[in-house]
């Protein structure tokens, strides 16, 4: 080492050799400084790299690498109680951790949605089943359009249901705090049915419902594939394409459907559990239209047949159940009543009372009168 500095090896581009120099330690300092200078005056970024994810349709950055374990410790979300998708492939949750996220990566994180049903076996002879499951009541209801979610929970302990229908939809990960459906429906009293409300196409169904899958394990699911807006009829020929991928896929599926009997048919031999044909449109509260239709698609179905749509008051429930339906779906006809409880409990009632009608059998229709007093004896 020379006096007052070190000996420091440089490599010239033009040169084959090396030289050595002695460099005082103030040159060294100086020359760094003058480094440093020229970084910051040329917008030289000395931060680590942002990685920017777009997470349920928002753009965020975070500081640096992460996992997908990372990022929803990052904003506060239990992994066992959430689907991902990233670039919609669904990401397993054993992945989570080793699952490398890349700048520019899109993510779709969804509320957990998983199942259940009460642990004592239903002791009345007259059970609904479905997939091998049963279940005494033959009312199932959505959990959309309640004013709040303890109003939710009063109306279906109200109704008896035992099958409620869930949305699956995307964590609010700027509040994750905020309640969810399942701090008032419990999961393990009801059995929760991911449903495909608003898609309109079989690739968002099916993306739909793996999302669920893989958030709750939960494989009875009802499919819906919408035609438009305005009416909210069934896309059949969607329909049938997603019906048949789901099958395919293990899931157990109960369709919503028109009530044409040729496509109810169809939809049964493609392996559905149970079809549901509407009585009218989605929210209507017109009734069943075409009950000779619906009549037809219960007697040639080895299915259950649930009225799925249209009801708007109990007697609607209860003609749907007359004409042998082995259940009836419902959602606006219950949040939107003026007093959503009290109706929930009218529907329990008129459900069960058209099921003991159509097991009791109705007396036949008659042109002209018959009196129900005797005329022998007659003063």
């Not at 997470?55 to 965020?60: D, K, Q, Y």
């Not at 999961?187 to 899958?213: E, F, I, S, V, W």
């Not at 019906?243 to 459907?257: D, I, Q, R, S």
């Not at 007697?315 to 009290?342: F, H, Q, W, Y």
Request: charged share 25%.
């Amino acid at each position: 080492m020379a006096q007052g500095g070190w000996d420091i090896a440089f490599s010239g581009p033009r040169q084959r050799c090396r030289e050595r120099r002695a460099i005082s330690l103030p040159y060294l300092l100086k020359a760094a400084g003058y480094r440093l200078i020229f970084w910051l005056m040329n917008g030289v970024d000395t931060k680590p790299p942002t990685l920017r994810l777009t997470v349920n349709g928002e753009e965020r950055a975070f500081g640096s690498s992460m996992s997908v374990e990372d990022l929803l410790e990052d904003i506060g979300l239990e992994p066992g109680k959430v689907a991902v998708e990233r670039n919609r492939e669904i990401v397993p949750k054993s992945l989570y951790a080793a699952t490398r996220l890349r700048d520019g990566d899109r993510l779709e994180i969804v509320h957990f949605i998983g199942g259940g049903a009460p642990d004592e076996a239903p002791t009345a002879a007259d059970t609904f089943e479905v997939a091998g499951r049963q279940f005494r009541s033959r009312l199932l209801v959505g959990t959309g359009k309640y004013k709040d979610f303890e109003e939710t929970a009063r109306a279906i302990e109200a109704s008896g249901a035992e099958i409620v229908t869930v949305a699956v939809r995307r964590v609010n990960v700027t509040d994750p705090k905020q309640p969810m459906l399942v701090d008032y429906v419990d999961p393990k009293t009801y059995t929760y049915l991911p449903n495909t409300a608003g898609c309109y196409n079989a690739d968002d169904a099916l993306r739909t419902l793996r999302l669920a899958r893989e958030a709750g394990s939960w494989d009875l699911v009802k499919l819906e594939v919408l035609g438009d807006e305005k009416t909210l009829y069934p896309d059949m020929v969607e329909t049938l394409a997603a019906a048949e991928a789901l099958v395919a896929e293990g899931f157990k599926v109960m369709v919503y459907c028109g009530d044409d009997p040729i496509m109810a048919k169809r939809l049964e031999d493609l392996g559905c559990v149970a079809v549901m044909p509407l009585a009218a449109p989605i929210g209507s509260g017109l009734g069943v239209q075409n009950p000779v239709n619906i009549r037809i698609i219960v007697e040639q179905a080895g299915v259950p047949v649930l009225v799925d749509a249209g009801v708007g008051t109990a007697s609607d429930a209860a003609v749907a159940m007359e004409l042998g339906c082995d259940g009836v779906l419902m959602n606006t006809a219950i949040a939107e009543a003026k007093d959503p409880v009290r109706m929930a409990r009218a529907m329990k009632l008129a459900v069960e009372a058209g099921r003991l009608a159509y097991l009791a059998g109705r007396m036949a229709k008659k042109r002209y009168a018959d009196p129900s007093s005797p005329l022998a004896g007659l003063i």
